[in-house]
């Protein structure tokens, strides 16, 4: 007995195309809350069946450009880096060696972004900074007198990636801006790991708070070299303490600080899933990236 094999789907290749020419569309005629004609109208438009619209409009969707529901039209989403953080957090969990990748790219948006913050920041980014470096230090004093306590590093990290976006704003440049809203999960990922790091040096939160403080100190003064020696610094600690985690002696050192940091890692982790920390942060905090990786 014979299979019917089911029909190629011959919609894609053109779907891709409608995509690409509604993508030009979208973006030069349209502005966020605008809603699209029906799929319909649009079918018609770009002279392709329904079916073949349906797609295009999908992968718009999908590229962050459209929210999509059942039964009503398409509207223009105002743009974010919510595309971009999941690339880049897919990235990090399939591969934990994409950490240095990451380091990477901080160390040269990072250095760029305090070093125009100095230059020209703006109050409303400056106010934001302190606002995150305030969460930052109660975070770590809550974490201080409850020990290794889940919530209070998730609160923690949260707050440190928004103090880095923060210092984007305050930049003046609009793209900077767009690339470390889109970094904030990938970010709060790498800080579980590099605070892995911190704990083998004797270091705690509070610690890294100090070094945020001095950094926000720089560009509110407006020392630009100040600011990027502070903030190169940090991103140089930031891949030594990464190193440290991740390296064969503090996960398998007979000094049993591999087992406690295994411990705490997957503490942190079962807090974040079972919605024991702050709710906001519950569903996108969560520290996937495993202690057991090694890096060479």
């Given at each position: ?17 409608v ?23 649009l ?49 990090l969990?399939s ?17 760029q ?38 919530a ?145």
């Amino acid at each position: 007995m014979f299979m019917t094999m089911p029909a190629p789907d011959t919609s894609r290749p053109s779907a891709i195309s409608v995509a690409d020419r509604l993508t030009q569309h979208v973006l030069g005629t349209m502005t966020p809350g605008m809603r699209l004609p029906s799929e319909a109208d649009l079918a018609e438009r770009y002279g392709v069946s329904r079916v073949t619209m349906r797609e295009a409009v999908k992968m718009l969707a999908g590229r962050g450009l459209l929210d999509v529901a059942r039964g009503r039209r398409a509207i223009v989403r105002q743009p974010d880096g919510s595309v971009f953080a999941e690339f880049l957090t897919s990235l990090l969990r399939s591969d934990p060696k994409c950490l240095f990748d990451l380091i990477q790219v901080r160390r040269s948006l990072e250095v760029q972004s305090v070093t125009l913050a100095a230059r020209h920041a703006s109050r409303a980014g400056i106010m934001a900074a302190e606002a995150a470096l305030d969460r930052m230090r109660a975070a770590a004093a809550e974490a201080g007198r409850s020990g290794a306590d889940p919530a209070a590093q998730t609160r923690f990290h949260q707050a440190d990636a928004d103090f880095h976006e923060a210092l984007a704003l305050s930049s003046g440049n609009r793209v900077l801006s767009y690339l470390f809203e889109g970094m904030a999960l990938p970010l709060r990922e790498s800080f579980y790991a590099s605070h892995r790091g911190q704990q083998l040096r004797g270091l705690s939160l509070a610690d890294s708070v100090t070094a945020h403080a001095h950094i926000l100190a720089c560009v509110s003064s407006g020392d630009v070299k100040g600011a990027s020696d502070a903030m190169s610094k940090l991103i140089d600690d930031a891949e030594r303490d990464i190193r440290a985690a991740y390296s064969p002696e503090s996960l398998d050192g007979g000094d049993g600080k591999g087992d406690r940091l295994r411990r705490s890692a997957a503490s942190v982790a079962s807090s974040a899933a079972d919605g024991r920390s702050d709710g906001a942060l519950s569903n996108t905090a969560s520290p996937t990236l495993s202690a057991n990786k090694r890096f060479p």
